[in-house]
């Protein structure tokens, strides 16, 4: 079972509503439900509300990384890519230092699980 930490990301919250806008709400439903279904745990949740994926300095997320780069946290956990970056060469980066340091990706939308 990995420790995981549940990443939560919404570039613009107030007003948003429709298919389009997956709630933090939604978003934790569905974190949960694929670690759940993995073994895994989410032992630290992480929100970056108002933030655009487009940067990479959100402060949820540097410091999720920070903790898998430590041991302190096997993975991370989102909702679907997008919620990740919006930035390959950025999900490149992130993707690098969460796999330097033994680290796990999972995508509940995407069905993408980097520790299996």
């Known amino acids: 079972m990995k420790?995981?930490?549940?990443y939560v990301r919404v570039s613009r919250v107030a007003g948003?509503?429709?298919?389009?806008?997956i709630s933090p709400d939604v978003q934790r439903e569905r974190c949960e439900a694929v670690a759940v279904a993995g073994g895994h745990k989410i032992v630290r949740w992480f929100e970056d509300l108002d933030e655009s994926g487009?940067?990479?300095?959100r402060p949820g997320f540097q410091k999720c990384l920070s903790l898998i780069e430590s041991g302190e946290l096997?993975?991370?956990v989102v909702a679907k890519l997008d919620r990740f970056s919006r930035s390959v060469a950025d999900a490149a980066d992130a993707m690098r230092r969460i796999d330097a340091a033994g680290g796990a990706l999972l995508s509940a939308e995407d069905?993408?699980?980097t520790s299996s």
Do not use: Q, T, V
């Open 3 to 6: 420790k995981l930490a549940g």
């Open 16 to 21: 948003r509503s429709g298919e389009r806008f």
């Open 54 to 57: 487009a940067k990479a300095e």
């Open 74 to 76: 096997d993975g991370i």
């Open 111 to 113: 069905s993408l699980d």
